[in-house]
């Protein structure tokens, strides 16, 4: 009987410590995302930092280093937890390389690069108290952001 209990007890503490490693997981999780996809149109990849590739769909979490793909004829929006828009346009590449925001402090960064295609940018929280902290990268050039709304093409050629 003493050993049934042991067991029990030991038990629910297994349990009890999976709950709390559940719980800090998904605390965590928010974190890392920097926002999400708004709307797809036609087809649309997004590939992680660690090369999974997935079909994008609108709700889709955006990690703070993903890259979104777009085919012929499709484009895809996102909103940045900052509130900033990216409108990706059609036979685009464009990696989000980094982003952090504090919504308390209203703290953070963007470095978007633009590899091939085009995309139009809605500045939010970031861009409107640091505009230094917001930076879009093309093969040819960096673009320091001094307005809040503006389109970027590249045609993908070094």
Known sequence: MTTVIGLAIVGTAALAQAAQAQTAAAAAAPALQAGFVKSVRGSVQLLDGAGATRTAAPGDALGAVDRI????????AVVLRDNTTLMVGPSSRM?????????????????????????????????????????????T???????????????GQP
Not at 141 to 155: K, N, S, Y
């Open 95 to 139: 990696d989000l390389k980094e982003f952090h925001f504090d919504g308390t402090t209203r703290d953070g960064g963007i470095l978007v690069s633009l590899l091939r295609g085009s995309m139009r940018m809605i500045t939010g929280l970031i861009g409107k108290t640091n505009p230094d902290a917001v930076r879009v990268e093309t093969q």
């Open 69 to 76: 793909v777009t085919g012929p004829d499709s484009s895809a």
């Open 141 to 155: 050039a960096t673009i320091g952001i001094r307005g809040t709304d503006f389109i970027v093409q590249a045609d």
